[in-house]
């Protein structure tokens, strides 16, 4: 194993990861907006799982969106 090519492949899925997070956040954020199910100045729960099978590894990260 290439530790150099481990980090930079890990880098590249988490940017893919946060980028895609973002934009579907603020989507549904948007949508959820037009739809008067939001006022917009909630504080929203969120959570993420990271899973990897193959090596057993699930883990939760948990977290708050403020929106004002």
């Known amino acids: ?3 150099d090519t481990l980090n930079m492949e890990i880098r590249k899925y988490l940017k893919k990861v946060g980028v895609t997070s973002q934009r579907e956040i603020e989507h549904a954020v948007f949508d959820a907006m037009k739809s008067e199910a939001l006022q917009g100045n909630e504080t929203l729960t969120v959570k993420m799982t990271l899973e990897i099978p193959s090596i057993g590894l ?3 990260i948990e977290g708050i969106v403020a929106l004002a």
Request: charged residues 15%; aromatic residues 0%; contains cysteine.
């Open 58 to 60: 699930n883990h939760c």
């Open 1 to 3: 194993m290439n530790e």
